[in-house]
């Protein structure tokens, strides 16, 4: 992998892309190894810490039907400490939203890098985005757009723990995303959690069983990404997806189609109900989001999610912040490292 140290400032400016604004509709959301990546950069920050911009080999994305390269865009975010001692670290995995490139954290760095000094953990930060050709992958496996969600619990886990010096166990790694990395955190997250020991979900698509699918089409409309994740269908041309009809009925259109929508942002109690079946627990999930997020079934599907959460006695938080489609630039460093603290083994 070559490098290039550069001279440069972070912005202060936080990217406001929401679960998605392309695709035609307004969105929902160390060491080097053997397999290193193409490119890379890396940057001293205010903190002193280093940050990395790669681009590396994701397998799993291997011979998609968009053509889309088998790679991934990611950041890694190197605490202070780590050039100078040979310390392995937890490691903490953010995911973009939809048709959004990596850097969404880079403002929050140096505040982030002042809460680990000040609760005693440091820990490595990874971001990952989920573009493809559509706009966006869900972080969900598809024959159309390939095996995203693989990408996120094999691909992307593998190559940093292969090239970083990591903490490369289950109690030390955590998920984490917003808007539509906010729902692959919660879909992801619930079906991993032999690979992750805690979830933290900021502004997510969710849906609430009652009504939320039909609050998500009118503020979307049928986005094209969105079914060729959820809904594919290999058989008919680009965009390979079963359509559903966004200003119809539900309860008069094929209810295989309405279930394959429903289950994407959806299917919550199910998804709790798989969990549960699982051998392994997850230490807790934390859902947090605006109060005036433009998307009004987000906050909706958010609290339907967390009653869910408690209703099966999952450990859960929550956070609410007075603002919109975004992270809480006031509160959002310090939540979220002091969360991350807490509930990995450091």
Request: with cysteine.
């Amino acid at each position: 992998m070559r490098r290039v140290l550069l001279a440069a400032t972070l912005s202060a400016t936080i990217v406001l892309a929401g679960c998605g604004a392309g695709d035609g509709g307004t969105g929902g959301g160390g060491g080097e190894s053997s397999s290193a990546a193409s490119s890379a950069s890396v940057a001293p920050s205010p903190a002193e810490g280093q940050v990395i911009a790669s681009t590396i080999p994701a397998p799993s994305l291997a011979g998609n039907l968009l053509g889309d390269p088998a790679e991934r865009s990611i950041i890694v975010y190197l605490p202070p400490s780590y050039e100078g001692s040979d310390q392995r670290y937890p490691v903490v995995y953010f995911l973009a939203g939809a048709d959004e490139s990596v850097g969404r954290l880079k403002p929050f760095s140096g505040p982030m890098w002042d809460e680990m000094a000040r609760t005693g953990t440091e820990m490595i930060l990874v971001e990952a985005d989920g573009r493809n050709a559509l706009g966006a992958n869900f972080y969900a496996n598809s024959p159309v757009g390939g095996n995203a969600e693989d990408v996120v619990a094999d691909d992307l886990v593998a190559y940093v723990d292969q090239t970083y010096r990591t903490l490369a166990d289950r109690s030390s790694r955590g998920l984490s995303g917003f808007s539509m990395g906010g729902s692959g955190t919660v879909n992801v997250g619930l079906r991993h959690p032999d690979v992750y020991a805690a979830l933290y979900a900021c502004s997510p698509g969710l849906l609430a069983e009652d009504g939320g699918l039909e609050a998500f089409l009118r503020s979307n409309g049928a986005w094209r990404a969105y079914g060729a994740a959820f809904a594919p269908d290999v058989t008919v041309p680009s965009p390979f997806m079963r359509p559903i009809d966004a200003h119809a009925p539900l309860d008069g259109q094929d209810p295989a189609v309405v279930a394959a929508w429903e289950s994407g942002f959806g299917n919550l109690r199910q998804k709790i109900a798989d969990y549960l079946g699982q051998t392994q627990r997850l230490e807790e999930i934390r859902v947090v989001y605006g109060t005036h997020d433009s998307y009004p079934w987000i906050p909706v599907g958010s609290d339907y999610f967390l009653g869910l959460l408690e209703e099966n006695g999952v450990p859960h938080s929550s956070q609410t912040f007075n603002g919109g489609h975004t992270l809480d630039s006031a509160g959002f460093a310090a939540d979220y490292i002091s969360f991350f603290s807490e509930h990995l083994k450091g």
